[in-house]
């Protein structure tokens, strides 16, 4: 399963500005953040590009397109484009046609790195991005303590003071109507 990885590089800091060495925590999702609206754009320029007879400024201009945006995001454009203008052709045909079968296919195998419960979530029909905010705490020490000392001694030896603040997150929330 491929995860998306929130990084939050955490250090610790003493009363004369000196930094401990890097912690890092990752926060994993199950799918990569996607913007719906920009996945719809997208299926629609590549409609509009594919239409008619295609040139070839125009086959690159859509692959370009194609292999810019993340797999995820591609998987959610592939959706768009079906769910608007399968009549005309499914998305992996008119790719096919259009740009043919060797571009094609460097387009459509990145679609192989989206995992299954990922593609399930990507097929819902309606996906909003929205802000969540953490907690975390921020904690510090108000003795000075010589050179040298060992970080975590100085956590265990040493009265620290900490508050909670907070951290936004952005993700997306998946449905079959939309949300409020």
Same mark, same amino acid.
Request: a positive charge; hydrophobic letters at 30%.
């Given at each position: 399963?491929v995860? &998306?990885s929130?990084r939050?590089?955490l250090?610790?800091?003493d $009363? +004369?500005?000196r930094?401990?060495?890097l912690?890092?925590?990752?926060l +994993? $999702?199950?799918?990569p953040?996607?913007d *719906?609206? !920009?996945?719809?754009?997208?299926?629609? !320029?590549?409609?509009n #590009?594919?239409n008619?007879?295609?040139s070839? !400024?125009?086959?690159?201009t859509a692959?370009n397109t #194609?292999?810019?945006?993340?797999a995820?995001m %591609?998987?959610r454009?592939?959706h768009?484009?079906n769910?608007h203008?399968?009549?005309?052709? *499914?998305? @992996?045909w008119?790719s096919? *046609?259009? &740009?043919g079968p060797?571009k094609?296919? #460097?387009?459509l195998?990145?679609?192989?790195? @989206?995992?299954?419960?990922c593609?399930?979530? &990507? +097929?819902?029909?309606?996906?909003?991005? +929205?802000? *969540?905010?953490?907690p975390? %705490?921020?904690c510090?020490?108000?003795? @000075?303590?010589p050179?040298?000392?060992?970080?975590y001694s100085? %956590?265990?030896d $040493?009265?620290?003071?900490?508050?909670?603040?907070?951290?936004? %997150?952005l993700r997306n929330t998946?449905?079959?109507?939309?949300?409020r």
């Amino acid at each position: 399963m491929v995860l &998306l990885s929130c990084r939050f590089t955490l250090y610790a800091v003493d $009363t +004369r500005g000196r930094h401990s060495e890097l912690s890092t925590i990752t926060l +994993r $999702t199950a799918c990569p953040l996607v913007d *719906d609206s !920009k996945a719809e754009e997208i299926a629609d !320029k590549i409609y509009n #590009l594919y239409n008619g007879y295609t040139s070839g !400024k125009e086959q690159q201009t859509a692959y370009n397109t #194609l292999m810019e945006v993340s797999a995820s995001m %591609l998987f959610r454009v592939q959706h768009h484009y079906n769910s608007h203008y399968e009549k005309f052709g *499914d998305f @992996v045909w008119r790719s096919e *046609d259009e &740009l043919g079968p060797r571009k094609a296919h #460097l387009i459509l195998r990145r679609l192989e790195k @989206v995992s299954s419960h990922c593609s399930t979530l &990507l +097929r819902s029909a309606y996906i909003q991005s +929205r802000t *969540d905010t953490v907690p975390y %705490l921020f904690c510090r020490s108000e003795e @000075v303590r010589p050179p040298g000392m060992v970080w975590y001694s100085i %956590l265990k030896d $040493t009265k620290i003071m900490c508050e909670e603040k907070m951290v936004s %997150l952005l993700r997306n929330t998946y449905g079959e109507s939309k949300g409020r």
